[in-house]
């Protein structure tokens, strides 16, 4: 994907993109209300020094024009490119015996996806896979609403689905498909070390070639109160169960 300057805002959407040697950052605006509280301006003063960029202080009008309407930046703004993009052979190198990597197919709300990417940093998800199209490209509400967790993990874009699943399979990764209505219980399930696990949008699910290529189908047991869960909440209840599994010893 090519890379576009965007305005990233919030304090800790600004810091973690500053700790991100894979992004490339210009420009940091800061209204007199945060210079006003010592730690967090010299935090951000020093982050700003190593990565040679400007510090400007501005006042509240200005970096409201600068950004969308409405936006809750905290009074703190930071202009750079988006990140750098890395491909799935990249992951599949890095990645260890133990490996979650997770794949959007058709959710399209930046908010969902956003909400996807910290509770994926937060259950230690090695990588986020989106299709090129009919998924968010990276954007200044996707930084804010993951709190700064879209530069703590690597998101890959790719052409094909179906074939980087298959790629997956091949490197030794089974494939687990979320479904509302169809499988195993999440809670009865017992995970293999190197999965892939794969959430559809909320009103079409996963498309059917996505589906035949799952290995498993599973579901998250509810109430009968309501349909289904947000997909955003349904993954997060979904990547703790598998955290859980994956480091059971930590917590006993």
Request: contains cysteine; proline residues 2%.
């Amino acid at each position: 994907m090519n890379k576009n300057k965007i305005w990233i805002y919030g304090k800790h959407a600004c810091i973690a993109a500053l700790q991100n040697k894979n992004r490339e950052c210009h420009e940091m605006l800061v209204t007199e209300n945060i210079t006003k509280n010592y730690n967090e301006i010299i935090k951000i003063s020093e982050l700003c020094k190593q990565r040679n960029i400007n510090l400007k202080t501005v006042n509240l009008n200005y970096i409201n024009s600068v950004l969308p309407h409405n936006s809750n930046h905290q009074g703190i703004a930071l202009k750079a490119s988006t990140i750098n993009p890395i491909t799935i052979e990249e992951i599949l190198n890095s990645t260890t015996t133990n490996s979650t990597i997770i794949l959007l197919d058709q959710i399209t709300d930046v908010h969902n996806v956003g909400a996807i990417i910290r509770s994926a940093v937060c259950f230690n998800v090695d990588a986020i896979i989106l299709p090129y199209h009919n998924s968010p490209s990276e954007n200044c509400g996707m930084s804010k609403t993951s709190s700064g967790a879209i530069d703590m993990i690597p998101i890959v874009y790719v052409i094909n689905l179906v074939s980087t699943i298959r790629l997956l399979k091949s490197a030794g990764y089974w494939c687990y498909g979320f479904d509302a209505k169809k499988g195993e219980f999440l809670h009865k399930t017992k995970f293999d070390n190197k999965k892939l696990i794969i959430f559809g949008s909320e009103d079409k699910g996963m498309r059917k070639l996505t589906k035949e290529n799952c290995d498993f189908l599973l579901k998250i047991a509810t109430s009968n109160k309501i349909d289904s869960l947000n997909v955003s909440n349904a993954a997060a209840v979904a990547l703790y169960s598998i955290f859980i599994q994956n480091y059971d010893h930590t917590f006993q």
